[in-house]
């Protein structure tokens, strides 16, 4: 299995702020890697799909980067929307998730 | 809008076999180069991909936990089921059920989840 490492494991920030989440991969997926959001008691919700790629309807605050092994979800303007808690997929061979990012206030 | 409905028993014995059921609705529900896909997430904790179906029926498994599933494809009623034999207090989450576009991999419609708790 592939194993995705997210960091940090939780996040503080205020509306506004810039913040980054990175994910590392343990082998090249080339880019093959999706961001998820997802809220209490919600199913996850795609942001970001083959590294880079807005998914329709998410804010364009979002953008993604990234190849091979190292992989970042930025968020521009904080808004009070944003504090959810964050996964990365990839999609390279059998699907893994990292385990998480919580972006708290 | 797709939508997706997961149901199935909320409590299972252990060492049973749990099963739950997909419903597809909506627009693209029925056709075109998807995946049909099982993710579960325990209680706090993180993501995990369980197994997909094509529509043309071919399966795809978590290769550790690939000895006790079954995923079908009903597609005259448009939605899938799963089953997972010989359960234990370590299949106890909340099971989503999800749509992935073509071969890309990327879960783009999500159920809102059922918990199922394994237990006596």
């Known amino acids: 299995d592939i194993q995705l490492t997210q960091s940090p494991s939780s996040l503080a920030a205020s509306v506004g702020d810039r913040v980054t989440i990175s994910c590392r991969a343990s082998?090249?997926?080339?880019?093959?890697l999706n961001w998820y959001q997802q809220k209490p008691g919600k199913a996850p919700d795609l942001l970001i799909y083959?590294?880079?790629n807005l998914q329709s309807g998410v804010s364009s605050r979002f953008s993604g980067s990234g190849s091979g092994t190292n992989f970042t979800l930025t968020i521009n303007s904080l808004e009070p929307e944003d504090f959810a808690t964050y996964y990365c997929?990839?999609?390279?061979?059998?699907?893994?998730f990292g385990q998480g990012t919580k972006l708290e206030i | 809008q797709l939508q997706l409905q997961e149901s199935g028993p909320g409590l299972v014995q252990p060492s049973e076999t749990l099963s739950l059921s997909c419903a597809v609705s909506?627009?693209?529900?029925?056709?075109?180069?998807?995946?049909w896909v099982w993710i579960r997430q325990p209680p706090g904790k993180g993501l995990e991909w369980i197994g997909s179906?094509?529509?043309?029926?071919?399966?795809y498994y978590n290769p550790s936990l690939k000895s006790r599933l079954t995923i079908n494809l009903d597609t005259s009623k448009m939605q899938f089921s799963l089953k997972v034999s010989s359960v234990t207090a370590a299949d106890t989450a909340l099971y989503y059920c999800?749509?992935?576009?073509?071969?890309?991999?990327?879960?783009?419609?999500w159920g809102q989840g059922t918990l199922v708790t394994v237990s006596s």
């Open positions: 909506g627009d693209s529900g029925g056709s075109g180069s998807y995946y």
């Open positions: 082998e090249s997926i080339s880019n093959y």
């Open positions: 997929q990839q999609s390279y061979s059998s699907p893994t």
């Open positions: 999800a749509r992935q576009k073509g071969w890309s991999g990327y879960y783009d419609y």
């Open positions: 179906i094509y529509h043309s029926g071919s399966t």
């Open positions: 083959g590294e880079s």
